[in-house]
């Protein structure tokens, strides 16, 4: 016999209305002074606001991932070869990211 629970339909309508995307972390290397992405050099990157960038260093030597942007401000610090450090992105805009070690990595960074 079925049986009608009126909390459950209330929940299920409710979780029916609830948006279904889940952030994204999306893994940044540095590799041959560059910013990279799944292997391509990048110098532009869109992304979702709340989605995280891991920066992973597969570089021999060290660098530091820092952006003075209004939207989002952050430095990394120094970090070797194999080691990684995340940033999430909560708000959407423009993010300028560098390397203090390689002025020549630049990234422009849009979080939608």
Known sequence: ????????????????WLPTTQAAEVELGQQNKSFVNNGQKVEQLKIKAGD???FKNYDP?????????????????SFPKGDSRTVTFDKKGAVDVECA?????????EVE
């Open 61 to 77: 030597f060290f660098h530091n991932v820092f952006s003075l942007s209004d939207l989002k401000t952050f430095d990394l610090g």
């Open 1 to 16: 016999m079925f049986t009608f629970n009126m909390k459950k339909a209330g929940f299920l309508l409710f979780a029916a």
């Open 101 to 109: 070690i390689h002025p020549q990595m630049q990234l422009k960074l």
């Open 52 to 54: 995280t960038i891991r």
